[in-house]
């Protein structure tokens, strides 16, 4: 690719993709998405979403990182992977909307009192006590949550 290539794609590239690029697991995928809706449509959750997919990464690309990294769709991903094997460009869909929950947790911007990341975070402690899910103990947890 010539420089002057080069310079006209880094234009157009906003600070925010950069930065998933950067920091969100498979990140550097975002930008193959050619917005067809197949995941948005393929997600058996998404239309229940604020953001589906398809939004997401369009979201990111447009440089929206307040309302991508505050949305509580990433949340929501129960890791189907209906999405994944129906992009027609291959992304990780799956992947990249886990790692932009687990950096939006990295960076404090979960919205609070929001119960997919509450049970998320619950049940990761739960399982790397003892290497695995000890049910009782979850269902008390996730019973306790708010406190007695
Ligand atoms: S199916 Fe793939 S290419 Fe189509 S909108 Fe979703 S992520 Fe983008
Ligand atoms: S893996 Fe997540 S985003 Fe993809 S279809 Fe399933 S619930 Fe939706």
Same mark, same amino acid.
Not at 45 to 52: E, F, I, Q, S
Not at 104 to 107: I, S
Not at 121 to 126: C, G, S, Y
């Given at each position: 690719m010539s420089e002057m290539n080069k310079a006209m794609?880094? /234009?157009?590239? =906003?600070s925010f993709l950069s930065e998933v690029e950067a920091n969100v697991e498979e990140g550097e995928w975002?930008?193959?998405?050619? /917005?067809?809706?197949?995941?948005?449509g393929s997600c058996p959750?998404?239309?229940? %979403?604020?953001?589906?997919p398809q939004e997401i990464f369009m979201m990111i690309r447009a440089g929206k990182r307040d309302e991508v990294l505050a949305s509580d769709s990433m949340w929501m991903c129960t890791s189907c992977y209906n999405c994944v094997v129906r992009c027609p460009? /291959?992304?990780?869909?799956?992947?990249?909307?886990?790692?932009l929950a687990t950096y939006?947790?990295?960076?404090g911007l979960v919205p609070q009192n929001q119960p997919t990341a509450k049970f998320a975070?619950?049940? %990761? =402690? =739960?399982m790397m006590k003892k290497g695995r899910v000890n049910e009782l103990k979850l269902g008390l947890s996730l019973y306790f949550k708010d406190g007695f």
């Open positions: 794609i880094e /234009q157009y590239r =906003n975002v930008k193959m998405c050619m /917005q067809c809706g197949v995941c948005s959750l998404g239309k229940h %979403w604020a953001h589906p460009r /291959q992304l990780p869909i799956t992947h990249i909307m886990h790692g939006a947790k990295k960076l975070e619950i049940f %990761w =402690n =739960n």
